[in-house]
């Protein structure tokens, strides 16, 4: 099984963490290639070449037999990825790249040796992209540094176009310190430079790794572990006088520092370090300000404002608990309550008169269970009530919208909503 292979790896990664892997590509094996084959998701979008699960499943042992000579020949070729383009934010467009099957198969065993050997030196701060952790550990992990730790700083870090623009040599220059396996070095130099599929033909690039590909997560936290995370713990904090920590999200990060000359020096050094790697701040988005316990109680003394910022979509604010004291809270932020109210709405125009009533209840369901999943997090109840009372609007005002003629009254909706009852915030994600 394709288990066990990789279990001795991460054993021996964990035992013997300075070691390099000398001889990696003779686990993927035709067994293990079918246990990666019968993990993927045969409701993905589809390559360049539109063969979709079930139509490589039809010939499944040869094309796997046939895979497995290319890969021990060194002869595979991964297929250009298909782009696909989804807005973002700020009104410009966040490219994501859709692999062919077969490649998958090669990615999903990547992806799986490559875990298997970092993820147990990864830092126990970085939450994107690993095994059992998510989101909301990311956010309990902020919230028990800033509450219970001498904070009073905090740098809000954002890398500009982070999965576009990493250098391919950097990567592989990285990677080539644990794995001296040349032909996995080779094998991985082609995934990054397979190439995208445009209107105006394959375009090759020394540069990023796709959005959407399934190897990209785990190459893009090796290379921040090593450029950011590793150079933090073992050179920013031994030059911190005050306490320091790093978390990060996939290319989301927040350092906390105790002393303001401390959070300057790195700010300061910041983007040279990223400059070597070929990375760059977004200045836009970058900042560093004042928060810590100490300071927003002399704002709120003082009738100031403390200050705010944005952390994987939730605002963090300071406010007051039941019992008086200072605390950090979070909500929604605007943007993202934005976003996704117009999303729905974008959604609801174009399919409100394709499909059925039922049909757009239910995927209207799914939407709401899908924000209250994420965002469902402490503090934040009153956002979630909101954002459900302007999805009521939208659905309302859509509805209506599908012929000359109105489909309901606001009682007859609300009867129609009672009868088919849409999800409800439930029992919100303890932060604490």
């Known amino acids: 099984m394709a288990e066990t292979g990789v279990e001795r790896i991460a054993s021996r990664a964990r035992n013997h963490p300075e070691e390099p892997f000398t001889a990696l590509m003779h686990h993927y094996s035709v067994e293990n290639l079918r246990a990666c084959f019968e993990s993927l998701d045969g409701n993905k979008a589809l390559g360049v070449d539109g063969v979709t699960k079930a139509e490589y499943q039809e010939n499944l042992e040869t094309n796997l037999q046939n895979l497995h000579l290319k890969l021990r020949q060194m002869s595979y070729r991964p297929q250009p990825v298909r782009q696909v383009e989804i807005p973002k934010e700020d009104g410009s467009m966040r490219p994501l790249g859709i692999s062919c099957t077969e490649d998958k198969v090669v990615q999903e065993m990547t992806r799986r040796i490559l875990e298997a050997i970092y993820e147990p030196v990864f830092i126990d701060t970085s939450y994107g992209f690993r095994p059992k952790r998510s989101c909301h550990d990311a956010l309990r992990q902020l919230n028990r540094e ?46 990054l430079k397979a190439g995208i599929q445009t209107p105006g033909g394959v375009v090759y690039d020394e540069l990023g790794s796709p959005q959407g590909s399934i190897v990209s997560p785990v190459i893009a936290n090796i290379f921040l572990d090593y450029v950011l995370d590793q150079w933090f ?96 809270k979070r909500k929604t932020s605007k943007k993202r309550l934005r976003r996704s109210l117009k999303q729905l709405k974008m959604w609801l125009r174009k399919v409100r008169n394709i499909y059925k009533l039922p049909v757009i209840w239910r995927v209207v369901s799914l939407k709401l269970c899908g924000h209250f999943n994420y965002f469902g997090v402490t503090d934040n109840s009153q956002s979630l009530y909101y954002f459900r009372r302007e999805v009521y609007k939208l659905l309302f005002k859509w509805l209506n919208r599908r012929s000359q003629r109105r489909s309901f009254s606001w009682g007859d909706f609300l009867h129609y909503e009672a009868c088919y009852p849409l999800p409800r915030p439930r029992r919100l994600v303890s932060l604490y």
């Open 146 to 191: 800033v509450m219970r730790k001498p904070v009073n700083w905090v740098a809000d870090i954002d890398l500009a176009k982070f999965f576009d623009t990493m250098p391919h040599q950097e990567i592989l220059s990285v990677l080539s310190i644990r794995i001296k396996d040349g032909n996995l070095l080779r094998l991985i130099a082609r995934m």
């Open 233 to 328: 713990t073992n050179v920013v904090r031994h030059h911190c006088r005050g306490y320091c920590a790093i978390i990060r999200y996939a290319d989301d990060v927040a350092a906390v520092f105790e002393h303001e000359e401390d959070a300057i020096r790195f700010m300061r050094v910041l983007p040279r370090r990223l400059e070597k790697y070929g990375l760059r701040l977004n200045t836009k988005k970058t900042h560093l300000l004042a928060f810590g316990k100490r300071n927003a109680r002399r704002c709120f003394q003082t009738g100031q404002r403390p200050s705010t910022f944005d952390f994987l979509g939730l605002t963090h604010y300071w406010g007051r608990s039941r019992k008086g004291y200072v605390r950090m």
